[in-house]
């Protein structure tokens, strides 16, 4: 056997040959097995004595020939080895050969050989395998982890070819639209553009990202696992040297008449250098190697374009962000990487000690800690090329346009009420709705809006100066939502979202005041006198008050027929019979609930069902439902007056303000009354709002409808207060 002039390096010579490699040291893992096998049967063939010996170093021999080109140099060598064998074949043929020059052995070899051979060479065959299958699997994990950034660059340029796609339908649809839609489509149209600019711009980033990583894969990644590898093979002829040692010795102690074999196979075993066996693979696998191509930018083939960067102002906002975000990432990650680096150092150290002999420690146990180390510096590193690709391809392109930039303090935020986007002006939809806010200056915007908020938060804000900021912003966010930036003749704008207008119902009693409007001509039939749809627009008057139009229910009863079409009462008559009681609203009343009613002011009704626990149910005109009992007057059974129909086309106008009822019972049998309880403190932002303590307990009269606030009772007076900020007890 030569000498070693120069150790091999499998990542160097080697470059993408996991799998042969990982073949080849599978099988001299395996090997193991077949060489405490053979320690187990040669104990029991020593108990057989001299002639069974022979017939086992034969058999060996037989096995050693069919797997002698496999250890040698693998499965599939470059170049074949000929009558060559590796180094530590060389030294097993001198094994076999000293065993058949021995004749005979005692019992007591035979167990020794048990207990001091084979067993252990089980042992560390299992770990190693274990070692090898840990190398194996993380060579898949790095092969996914390429195959996966090239999906994902697939899948960019998938995005790229669908926000080309999409530019040219806004294209399409801004030349056939005309009139208002033509200058809205072709908004769209240059929106989308520049959208399809930004898509284009992270496609190119994640060619670079896809192409350094590629890099890093097959000049850094793979050779390190190939060295892993070598070095775990020449680990394993390192312990199997030493089983082989102690079997020579175990043999030259006993056996005195051997002595002369045994000293000679003593002699070969030391000759077996680890490198040998790896030299003679490397040299027998060698072969030409190129690196794959780069990747490079493909244009769509709906829009033709360059691999040029987009550099544009509105580019230049997005890349900023990434920038920003990039940068501020990338010293962290150096140092971690360096810091992950040192300690791998500092474990292979120890590795080589113990190789030395000089430290006693569990070697597997080391290289497994090492490999663990070696994962978590690629999981870091690969995070600190990404950034540090993202830096230099943007800088290279727009310089550093993150000099002077004054960046938001943006955290992930989950909004409890309604909230516009500060950029798109859009709604941030949901009880659930993710988004991010400026802990300084209060801008808000969607996830996706993120990276396209320009970098200019004026800093810590007060909560005077952050609504008026909100103010403007929201301004400007709808100006660009519109054509011309304000609305149109016959164009009605879009409400402003604040507190009094989320609540749900200003009829209902709960709200502090409400006004209402009366407009029309002519009689209106009880049919006609469902309360109008809810206005789209609130107008708040005063810090606290509520006001809102609506349209004033229709004239008294006593005005119309009881049923629509019906001819009016003449003198005399009585519509209703002498028994039916009839009570008159004190006020009026929205139905909340299944089997309530909504009943005007003023309006006289049936009584169909007494007082039952603070409710009545009563007939107004051909609707029938349950009201409060406070919110009715019962009237004396007289007969009512005839009909003083009128066809006048007169109508009224002006302003009523409707009287507020009592707080209300709840009906029984038809709700059951509901608590809540105070999880946090709170104070009343208005009158139309409930102070809390923690812990504090209230009537829930109406649960949160989708406006982020519940309606309950403290002291007999409904008011409102934070959904989130209550539960049901």
């Known amino acids: 056997m030569a000498d070693v002039d120069i150790a091999p390096n499998f990542g160097q010579e080697l470059k993408d040959a996991f799998k042969p490699v990982n073949a080849w040291v599978s099988g001299g893992i395996t090997w193991l097995d077949d060489i405490q096998q053979f320690y187990r049967e040669r104990s029991a063939i020593e108990k057989e004595y001299s002639a069974k010996l022979n017939a086992l170093a034969k058999k060996y021999y037989e096995k050693k020939s069919k797997k002698s080109s496999s250890l040698s140099v693998g499965d599939t060598p470059v170049m074949t080895p000929g009558s060559l064998e590796s180094a530590s074949l060389t030294t097993w043929t001198t094994q076999l050969t000293t065993v058949e020059s021995r004749a005979a052995e005692h019992d007591r070899f035979g167990n020794e050989l048990i207990n001091n051979l084979a067993d252990p060479l089980r042992v560390l065959g299992t770990r190693y395998e274990e070692l090898r299958k840990r190398h194996s699997d993380y060579a898949d994990k790095l092969e996914k982890e390429r195959d996966s950034t090239y999906g994902d660059l697939r899948k960019m340029k998938g995005k790229y070819d669908a926000a080309c796609q999409e530019v040219e339908n806004k294209r399409k649809k801004s030349e056939s639209a005309f009139d208002y839609s033509k200058s809205k489509a072709q908004n769209a149209y240059q929106q989308q553009i520049l959208d399809m600019h930004n898509v284009k711009n992270s496609y190119l980033i994640a ?152 430290d006693k420690r569990d070697e597997v146990e080391i290289v497994r800690a090492l490999f663990a180390m070696q994962e978590d510096l690629h999981q870091v590193d690969h995070k600190r090329l990404t950034a540090e690709v993202e830096t230099v391809t943007i800088t290279l392109a727009v310089g550093d346009v993150t000099v002077g930039a004054k960046s938001h303090n943006f955290k992930s935020q989950t909004f409890k009420i309604p909230t516009n986007c500060d950029l798109c002006g859009e709604r941030i939809w949901g009880l659930s709705a993710k988004g991010f806010d400026c802990r300084d200056c209060g801008y808000t915007c969607h996830s996706k809006c993120e990276m396209k908020v320009p970098a200019e938060c004026p ?178 059974p007289t007969p009512r007056p005839s009909s003083i129909y009128s066809n006048s086309g007169s109508s009224i106008s002006g302003s009523v303000t409707k009287k507020q009822g009592p707080a209300v019972a709840p009906k029984r049998g038809a709700k059951k009354l509901k608590y809540v309880e105070a999880l946090y403190e709170y104070t009343a932002g208005s009158d139309a709002e409930h102070s809390m303590a923690e812990g504090e307990r209230f009537v829930l009269i109406k649960e949160d409808p989708g406006d982020g606030w519940a309606e309950v009772e403290k002291g007999g007076v409904v008011k409102s207060v934070p959904a989130n900020y209550v539960q049901s007890v």
């Open 207 to 358: 060619i670079n990202v896809t192409n350094k990583q590629k890099e890093k894969y097959y000049h850094e990644y793979i050779p390190d696992l190939l060295d892993s590898m070598q070095d775990l093979s020449e680990s394993r002829t390192t312990k199997l040297n030493g089983i082989w040692a102690l079997a020579a010795q175990l043999e030259n102690g006993m056996l005195k008449r051997s002595t002369d074999f045994v000293t000679h196979l003593s002699q070969e075993i030391p000759r077996n250098q680890p490198p040998l066996d790896s030299m003679m693979f490397a040299r027998h696998n060698a072969g030409p190697w190129q690196d794959p191509p780069d990747k490079a930018f493909e244009p769509s083939p709906v829009w033709h374009d360059d691999d040029a960067m987009v550099v544009d102002d509105t580019a230049k906002v997005f890349l900023r962000n990434v920038l920003g975000k990039s940068k501020s990432q990338l010293g962290d990650l150096r140092r971690e990487v360096d810091k992950k680096r040192r300690e791998v150092e500092g474990v292979r150290k120890v590795k080589q000690l113990i190789r030395e002999g000089k």
């Open 459 to 636: 800093g810590e804000q007060t909560k005077d100066e952050r609504k008026k900021l909100k103010a403007e912003r929201q301004e400007q966010a709808n100006s660009l939502k519109s054509p011309t930036g304000a609305a149109k003749d016959g164009v009605s704008e879009l409400p402003t979202m604040s507190r009094s207008n989320t609540m749900n119902s200003l009829s209902s009693g709960y709200a502090a005041s409400a006004n209402r409007s009366v407009s029309g001509s002519g009689p209106r039939s009880p049919a006609e006198e469902t309360p109008p749809d809810r206005p789209h627009s609130l107008s708040v008057s005063g810090p606290t008050t509520l006001r809102k139009n609506r349209v004033v229910a229709p004239p008294p009863a006593a005005y119309i027929s009881e049923l629509p079409g019906s001819a009016p009462h003449t003198n005399g008559s009585n519509p209703t019979s002498s028994n039916e009681q009839r009570g008159k609203m004190l006020y009026g009343y929205d139905a909340n609930g299944d089997g309530e009613v909504t009943v005007s002011e003023g309006k006289e009704v049936t009584i169909l069902e007494s007082d039952d626990g603070g409710w009545i149910k009563v007939k107004a005109g051909f609707k029938e439902g349950l009201v409060p009992t406070a919110y009715v007057e019962i009237l004396a």
